[in-house]
């Protein structure tokens, strides 16, 4: 499974988990609180099983870092910082193409 990016005149083709992580240094600078994931969430209009599905986990582990019971792991939340680079339209274009690929 692959993701098209177009940067500048160049098309290249990534592997899906290429495009939506990020390093860790974007991960130590970026800030997380339950309400800032759920407003990212909201924003990049995915439901808490959408989100559950890219980032690998179950919708009961969604609810529980929304309702602050517990924080997400390190590669979890490299999974979010590359997601709020990615905008919604890119999102959708994965979440299409893993439908596609069931």
Excluded at 10 to 31: D, N, Q
């Amino acid at each position: 499974m692959s993701f098209i990016r177009t940067i500048g005149s160049t098309v290249i083709s990534l592997p899906i988990h290429a495009c939506f992580t990020a390093s860790p240094e974007e991960v130590e600078k970026s800030r997380f609180s339950p309400r800032l994931l759920q407003i990212l969430r909201k924003n990049l209009g995915m439901t808490q099983k959408e989100l559950a599905t890219l980032a690998g986990v179950s919708i009961g582990a969604v609810q529980l870092w929304e309702k602050g019971k517990f924080r997400p792991k390190e590669d979890k939340m490299a999974v979010f910082v590359g997601l709020r680079k990615l905008g919604s339209s890119g999102v959708r274009k994965l979440l299409e193409d893993k439908a596609q690929n069931r």
